[in-house]
């Protein structure tokens, strides 16, 4: 079972986040391992497995990074780990940011800093308008030409937390 139809809730990147811990809290109780203590053994272990699939499931869906991930995956876009390919003209265009990036690293400025991550964070706002419209869609309605746009945000996204991590890595070394 996906978790989307485990808590029933469409499968579409946007979810309605309130019925989502509703239904989490209400499986929560559910299928608490405590309350089947008294049951066979085969209930006990049905139990565990769908406790833990609810809390599996609502630590997915309620993050969008990875509710997106899942999203992909359980509609078969994505291929294995490593076999995604960014889009050249993304990596082309965030040369200049990585560059900027190098020469902080060598020569620490506060203002180029600043500038950067205000660059990075036009860039990561850019990236997430490209998906709004899409987010509203049932997986089932969503075109080939979609699932591509969605794919390649979820690659650049993840190309973006790397850069973000090692932005953030340069401020303390340096102004220490």
């Not at 209930?43 to 609502?58: F, G, H, I, P, V």
Request: aromatic fraction near 14%; glycine fraction near 0%.
């Amino acid at each position: 079972m996906d978790y989307f139809s485990f808590f029933n809730i469409p499968c579409k990147l946007a979810i309605d986040r309130a019925k989502l811990k509703q239904q989490f809290y209400t499986n929560s109780k559910k299928y608490h391992p405590d309350f089947f203590t008294l049951e066979s053994k085969e209930r006990q272990l049905n139990a565990l497995e769908k406790s833990s699939l609810n809390n599996e499931a609502y630590k997915t869906l309620i993050d969008f990074d990875k509710r997106l991930k899942y999203f992909l995956e359980l509609n078969e876009q994505l291929a294995a780990e490593g076999e995604n390919q960014i889009p050249q003209d993304f990596l082309m265009d965030m040369m200049d940011l990585n560059e900027k990036l190098m020469e902080l690293e060598f020569d620490f400025q506060q203002t180029d800093y600043e500038q950067i991550k205000v660059d990075f964070e036009i860039t990561k706002d850019q990236l997430r308008e490209d998906i709004k419209d899409l987010e509203m869609k049932l997986a089932e309605d969503l075109k080939e030409d979609e699932w591509i746009v969605l794919k390649n945000y979820y690659l650049k996204n993840q190309y973006l937390k790397r850069f973000a991590e090692n932005l953030e890595k340069i401020l303390p070394v340096q102004s220490s």
